[in-house]
Nanobody, 121 residues
Framework: QVRLVESGGGLVQPGGSLRLSCAAS????????MGWYRQIPGKERELAAF???????NFADSVKGRFTISRDNAKNTVYLEMNSLKPEDTAVYYC???????????????WGQGTQVTVSS
């Protein structure tokens, strides 16, 4: 019903930058919150940042001042600009979207397949 396709992960040196993108497609009426979560093997998935449909943003303390989140509502796409990357940012990053489908009155959460970000020299 909804597909989230992520791109932009990869290997970067400490202090470097990466930009993640996530495009949603499918039977979409409206998208409420879009965000990025990350997960390290053996640990729970944690929120990195999210953005509401009106542009309100929220960031995990660990990424504040380094990451920026934005979205293009016309393209159903969310972006995560990651700067001053640290080795501890290494994780699989998952896109999340709270989507209300056409014909539905209740939004549901959808997830992308994940993209690996590795910060290492």
């Amino acid at each position: 019903q909804v597909r989230l396709v992520e791109s932009g992960g990869g290997l970067v040196q400490p202090g470097g930058s990466l930009r993640l993108s996530c495009a949603a497609s499918g039977n979409i009426f409206t998208i409420n919150t879009m965000g990025w979560y990350r997960q390290i093997p053996g640990k729970e998935r944690e929120l990195a940042a999210f953005i509401t449909s009106r542009g309100t943003t929220n960031f995990a303390d660990s990424v504040k001042g380094r990451f920026t989140i934005s979205r293009d509502n016309a393209k159903n796409t969310v972006y995560l600009e990651m700067n001053s990357l640290k080795p501890e940012d290494t994780a699989v990053y998952y896109c999340n979207a709270r989507v209300q489908l056409l014909g539905s009155s209740v939004p549901n959460d959808y997830w992308g397949q994940g993209t690996q970000v590795t910060v290492s020299s």
